[in-house]
C-alpha cells in the first residue's frame, strides 16, 4: 500500500507541470481524462488495498518500505524549500500589488519554522504517514469528487473563455493549480506529522489565492489577498502550536500527542482549531470563503466541495476526542453553531445562486465544526455524514448554476424561472443537488436529525445548539425551496431551450447526480460498515446506527418515490393535453401571458419574485455583530485555556 500511498500524493504535482506546460487543447483534454481517471483509480485501489489487508491504520516509513526514517529528514529540507519559494511568491505579489500583511505573515511563519527544523528540535521520523477510515475517506473524495471537477473545468473554461474575450487565456495555469490543489489535499490527509500537515496545508492556501484571483481584475485581486492574509492568520496559528509541540511536548506527531492526557496538549488543541476554523470559513473568517465567487466556477466548487474548507473540519474531527468537555470544544461549538444559524439566514437574502451557495456552505461547515466541537461518539458520527453528502451535493450544485450562467446568462435564482422547461436537464441536476440539501432521504436531512439527538444526549452547553440547529435548519428550509419552486415552475408559453453544456461538464454533473443517489440508498449500510468503525480509529467507543431497520427499508422507498412519482407525471403529461386559461392582467393581454397594455396604452411586463427578507436580516445587518460575538468567544476561551495550561 506505501507505493500506492506516495503515488497518490505525488502524481497530482506530477500532472500539474504537465498541464503548466501544454499549450494544445486536444492534449490537455486527453490528459485531464487520463490523469483524472488515474488517480481515481489510485485512490479505489488503495481504498481495495487497505480492505483486503485486515482494514487496519497503518503508519509509515514503516520496515523493509520504500519510505525509510533516514530518508524523512531529507525530505523535511525539501518541504523547507518549498515553503521558502511560497513566500517569495507571495512577497513578490503584495510588493507588487501593495498589500503587505500577507507578507509578513507569511514570513513570519518561514522564520519560525526554519528555525525549528535547521535547529534540530524537530527530529521526529516515525508515523510522517497515517492511513485510516478517515484519511481514507478523504482521499476517496478528493480523488472523485475533484477529478471530475477537473473533466468538468474542460468545456467550462473553453466557454468561459468564449464568453470572457477581455480576460488573458491562461488555462494552462488553471489546470496546473487545480491538480496541485488534489495533491495538496492527499498529502495533507495522508501526514501523520504535525510537520507534514502544516506543509500542504500552507499548499493549499497559496493556491487558493492564485486561483481567486485568476481574472486580475481589482475585485479578483482584493478577494484573493483577503483570502490570503486570513488563511496564513490560521497558518501561524498552526506554525505555533508546531513550535509548541517540539519544544515544550517534544513530539510532532498528531496520533502520538493525541493519546497523551488532555489537559497537557490544551495549547496545541486550540491554536489547531484556531486554524481550523479559518480554514472552514466560520464567522467572523467567512468572508474570503465569499470572496472565491469571483473566481471560474471550477476552482469554487473545488473550495467549497471536497477541499481546501474541508481540510479545517478534518482536522477538527481529529481533533474531536480532545475537543469534548474542554474549553477549546466549547468555543468551537459557539462558533460552529452561531455560524450555521447565521449563514443560513443570511442565504435567505441573497438571489445570486453562487452566493446562496457560498453562505450555505459556510452553514453547514458551520454545523460540521460544531458537532466535532461537542466530541462525543454521536456527534462525530453525524459530522463525518454531513462532510460526505455535502461534499458531493455542493460540488454538483456549483458546477450546476456554473453551467446554467452560460446557458441563459444569469446565475440570478429569479432568472431560472421555469427551468425545468427551458433547460430540463440542468434543472435536473439542480433538483437533486438542492434535494441531497435538505430533502428525505438524502443524508444531509438524516445527519441533521442525528446531530440534533446527539446535541441533546450530549447535555450541557450542547443543549443550545439544539435552539440554533433547529432554527438554522428552519431558515435552510426557505431558501431552499424559493429555488425549487423557482425551477418548477412552468409560466405558459415556455419553451425548451438550445442545450449548450459540453460533454466533459455533463460527465462530471451525471456522475455526481448518481453517486448522490448511490450514496442515499447505501447509507444505513455505509454508516454501519466503515463510519461506526471509523470512531473506534478516532478514540470513541459506544456509536451505533441511530436509524433502525425499518427506518431505513421506508428511507429506500422514499428515495425511489422522489424519483418515480415526477419521472411518471412526466410521461402521463405527455400523454394529456393541458389547457392553460389566459391570465388576466388588467390591460390587454399581449398573448404571451408575460406582457400586456394598461389603461393608458403603455407596455407592461408581468414579473413575479421572492422576497428576500433583505430589510429585516440581511448581512449587513448580521455579520457584523456576530463577528464580534465569536471574537469575544475565541479571545475569552484562548485566556482560560492559556491560564489553565500554565
Known amino acids: 500500500m506505501e507505493l500506492w500511498i506516495i503515488l497518490l500524493i505525488l502524481l497530482p504535482f506530477i500532472i500539474a507541470i504537465a498541464q503548466f506546460l501544454i499549450r494544445s487543447d486536444r492534449v490537455r483534454k486527453v490528459l485531464t481524462y487520463g490523469s483524472s481517471g488515474l488517480i481515481m483509480a489510485i485512490a479505489l485501489t488503495l481504498a481495495a488495498l487497505w480492505y483486503m489487508k485486515g482494514q487496519t491504520a497503518l503508519s509509515l516509513p514503516a520496515d523493509g518500505g520504500l519510505l525509510t526514517e533516514a530518508i524523512v529528514p531529507y525530505i523535511g529540507y525539501a518541504m523547507l524549500g518549498v515553503e521558502f519559494l511560497l513566500m517569495c511568491v507571495v512577497i513578490w505579489l503584495s510588493v507588487k500589488h501593495k498589500r503587505f500583511l500577507g507578507a509578513l505573515l507569511s514570513m513570519a511563519q518561514m522564520g519560525l519554522m526554519g528555525w525549528l527544523e535547521l535547529s534540530g528540535k524537530i527530529h521526529e521520523s516515525a508515523g510522517v504517514i497515517y492511513l485510516d477510515r478517515l484519511s481514507l475517506l478523504m482521499c476517496l473524495l478528493i480523488a472523485v469528487v475533484g477529478g471530475l471537477i477537473c473533466i468538468y473545468a474542460l468545456g467550462y473554461m473553453k466557454d468561459y473563455h468564449h464568453h470572457h474575450t477581455e480576460l488573458r487565456d491562461r488555462r494552462p495555469f488553471f489546470f496546473a493549480m487545480l491538480y496541485v490543489f488534489l495533491g495538496a489535499m492527499f498529502g495533507l490527509v495522508l501526514s501523520g506529522s504535525l510537520v507534514w500537515i502544516y506543509f500542504f496545508w500552507e499548499i493549499t492556501s497559496i493556491v487558493s489565492f492564485l486561483l481567486i484571483g485568476y481574472t486580475g481584475d481589482e475585485k479578483a485581486i482584493g478577494n484573493s489577498f ?213 430533502l428525505a432521504p438524502f443524508g444531509m436531512l438524516i445527519a441533521k436529525w442525528e446531530a440534533l439527538t446527539s446535541f441533546l444526549n450530549a447535555g450541557g452547553i450542547s443543549v443550545l445548539l439544539v435552539i440554533l440547529v433547529a432554527f438554522g435548519s428552519a431558515t435552510t428550509l426557505v431558501y431552499w425551496t424559493k429555488w425549487l419552486i423557482k425551477l418548477l415552475a412552468v409560466p405558459a408559453g415556455t419553451r425548451r431551450e438550445d442545450d449548450r453544456t459540453a460533454n466533459s461538464q455533463w460527465l462530471s454533473l451525471g456522475c455526481h447526480m448518481l453517486l448522490m443517489l448511490i450514496l442515499c440508498a447505501a447509507y444505513p449500510f455505509f454508516s454501519d460498515g466503515f463510519v461506526t468503525p471509523m470512531l473506534g480509529e478516532l478514540g470513541f467507543a459506544g456509536a451505533h446506527q441511530l436509524l433502525s431497520l425499518p427506518d431505513r427499508v421506508v428511507m429506500i422507498c422514499l428515495l425511489i418515490a422522489v424519483f418515480a412519482i415526477p419521472a411518471l407525471a412526466r410521461i402521463l403529461s405527455k400523454k394529456v393535453r393541458v389547457e392553460q386559461s389566459p391570465l388576466y392582467m388588467s390591460g390587454i393581454n399581449e398573448g404571451d401571458h408575460r406582457h400586456y397594455e394598461d389603461s393608458y396604452g403603455q407596455p407592461k411586463k408581468m414579473y413575479l419574485s421572492n422576497w428576500y427578507l433583505t430589510e429585516l436580516f440581511g448581512e449587513q445587518k448580521l455579520y457584523v455583530p456576530v463577528s464580534w460575538a465569536t471574537v469575544i468567544v475565541i479571545v475569552v476561551c484562548f485566556i482560560l485555556t492559556y491560564g489553565g495550561a500554565f
Not at 255 to 281: D, N
Not at 344 to 363: E, F, N, P, Q
Request: charged share 10%.
Open 226 to 438: 483577503r483570502a490570503l492574509w486570513m488563511n496564513l492568520l490560521g497558518g501561524a496559528a498552526f506554525a505555533a502550536a508546531i513550535a509548541y509541540c517540539a519544544l515544550t511536548l517534544r513530539s510532532v506527531n498528531l496520533q502520538v500527542l493525541l493519546k497523551r492526557p488532555v489537559g497537557t496538549i490544551g495549547i496545541m488543541v486550540f491554536l489547531l482549531a484556531f486554524a481550523a476554523l479559518i480554514k472552514s470559513a466560520q464567522i467572523p473568517f467567512s468572508k474570503w470563503l465569499l470572496g472565491a465567487m469571483v473566481a471560474p466556477t471550477p476552482s469554487s466548487a473545488l473550495l467549497h466541495s471536497a477541499t481546501m474548507v474541508k481540510a479545517g473540519v478534518y482536522l477538527l474531527l481529529r481533533l474531536s476526542p480532545a475537543l469534548g468537555g474542554q474549553i477549546t470544544g466549547v468555543m468551537v461549538q459557539i462558533v460552529g453553531g452561531l455560524t450555521f444559524f447565521i449563514a443560513s439566514m443570511i442565504a435567505i437574502t441573497h438571489s445570486d445562486g453562487k452566493r446562496v451557495l457560498a453562505w450555505s456552505t459556510v452553514s453547514n461547515l458551520g454545523l460540521i465544526t460544531a458537532c466535532a466541537g461537542v466530541g462525543t461518539a454521536e456527534t462525530v458520527f453525524a459530522g463525518v455524514i454531513l462532510l460526505i453528502f455535502h461534499a458531493i451535493s455542493k460540488a454538483l450544485l456549483f458546477q450546476t448554476v456554473g453551467a446554467v450562467e452560460h446557458a441563459i446568462g444569469s446565475r440570478n435564482i429569479e432568472d431560472m424561472h421555469g427551468l425545468f422547461r427551458r433547460q430540463p436537464g440542468l434543472a435536473s441536476a439542480l433538483i437533486i443537488g438542492i434535494a441531497g440539501m435538505f
